[in-house]
């Protein structure tokens, strides 16, 4: 019999609807030691909190998180807040004992992000951070072909994040909704936003990166912000380009965009070995493009898996092979994860020190695209 994992949501947007989704159903796929208990959502609108603790079965509110943090009943904190607040919340969950799962970035910059991580180890308190797209069946069986050492040696890795919804200049900053384009509130345009999951991946896919040199743009200078209703300086990047040298002497190549007209969330990777390539993207994400150069030479092609397979990761727990899953399930997978490290003492990674990596590549990314200098990723 699992026992119950009271959960404390803080936040109740796209990702505190994609983590509640994930709670409820990972116990009905999933033989786990525990299982969330949906205990408390809190924001700071009353109404709104209330709503949506019961659309979505919390059994309480509350509109203050550091209330819900002092709570005995909560057991694990779930950060689904706007990047500025993960610092202090999470520093405060840690100091009351709680599990903390937070969304990423895991922080503003790297500082940040290494007292996070030390807050956490020093309290002892199991972690974790949700880039999710770890948990994409098809990018977890590319992971696991590049370290069966299927790929040979690894000469490319090159990753896009695409999207368009910002090219309006009437487009307002801030508040509600549009806390992405308000530096204050993000720390960083699409660097931390999109191109945060693909150094993720390519971190865990492809080994660490060495030093890199970027490029970074604002296309539209001033926009009106929400809150304080006046015209004020973009502060994050629009676009981020950067090229790199991971550690293995493999050469990176990575680009986000808000201003790729025509592209809504296009991730994509493609990661090129001396014997076969792997490519993935997000818009058919339970596909991966698979080619072997020791096929024989007349059938040599890339092949394009079905990533459906009960031998395929995470499927076995699904449906009957050919059966598709979405996005929603890397979420599922990610709580199931988390809890089996509960239960084997083997935390799940991201934990806060390994997502620390990534603000480290962030970071030296903005330093490189305001100097115009290579930058050593700091180890
Ligand atoms: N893993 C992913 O793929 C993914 C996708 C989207 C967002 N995110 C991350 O998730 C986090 C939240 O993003 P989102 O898209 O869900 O944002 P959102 O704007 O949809 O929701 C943010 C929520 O935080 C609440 N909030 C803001 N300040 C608060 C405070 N001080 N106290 C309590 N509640 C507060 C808001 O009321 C809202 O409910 C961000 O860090 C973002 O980078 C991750």
């Known amino acids: 019999m699992a026992k119950p994992l009271n959960i404390g949501m803080i936040g109740y947007g796209f990702m505190g609807r994609a983590h509640s989704n994930g709670y409820h159903r990972v116990n009905d796929f999933f033989d786990l030691p525990y299982r969330p208990v949906l205990k408390a959502a809190c924001a700071r609108d009353k109404d709104k909190v209330k709503a949506f603790a019961d659309t979505w079965g919390y059994e309480s509110t509350e509109t203050d998180w550091r209330k819900l943090i002092e709570r005995k009943d909560i057991d694990a904190i779930d950060i689904c807040t706007p990047n500025n607040t993960h610092y202090e919340i999470a520093l405060a969950a840690a100091a009351a004992g709680k599990m903390i799962l937070c969304e990423k970035p895991l922080s503003m910059n790297a500082p940040e992000g290494l007292k996070m991580a030390e807050a956490v180890e020093k309290a002892k308190v199991p972690n974790m951070v949700w880039y999710n797209y770890r948990r994409v069946p098809a990018v977890t069986m590319a992971k696991n072909l590049v370290a069966e050492g299927r790929l040979g040696k690894i000469f490319h890795y090159r990753a896009n994040f695409l999207q368009d919804w910002t090219i309006s200049a009437d487009l307002p900053q801030g508040g509600a909704a549009l806390w992405r384009l308000d530096v204050n509130a993000a720390g960083s345009g699409v660097s931390g936003d999109l191109l945060a999951h693909c150094i993720d991946t390519a971190l865990w896919i492809n080994g660490g990166i060495h030093n890199l040199s970027a490029m970074t743009e604002t296309f539209v200078k001033e926009r009106k912000h929400q809150l304080t209703g006046k015209m004020e300086k973009v502060g994050i990047d629009d676009a981020c380009t950067f090229m790199c040298r991971f550690d293995n002497g ?41 080619f072997d150069h020791r096929d024989e030479g007349q059938l040599r092609g890339w092949r394009s898996i079905h990533v459906t397979d009960s031998d395929h990761p995470y499927m076995g727990k699904w449906w009957v092979p050919g059966l598709q899953i979405g996005y929603e399930h890397s979420f599922v997978h990610q709580v199931a994860d988390f809890i089996e490290g509960l239960g084997t003492g083997k935390p799940a990674q991201p934990d806060f020190r390994n997502a ?17 200098q290579w930058v050593d990723i700091a180890k």
């Open 250 to 290: 493999s050469l990176g190549l990575f680009e986000s965009t808000r201003y790729a007209r025509g592209h809504k969330a296009l991730y994509t990777f493609e990661v090129n070995g001396e014997q076969a390539s792997v490519k993935w993207d997000l818009h058919d994400l339970h596909r991966l493009q698979y």
């Open 356 to 372: 620390y990596e990534t603000q480290l590549v962030l970071d030296a990314i903005l330093d490189s695209a305001k100097s115009g």
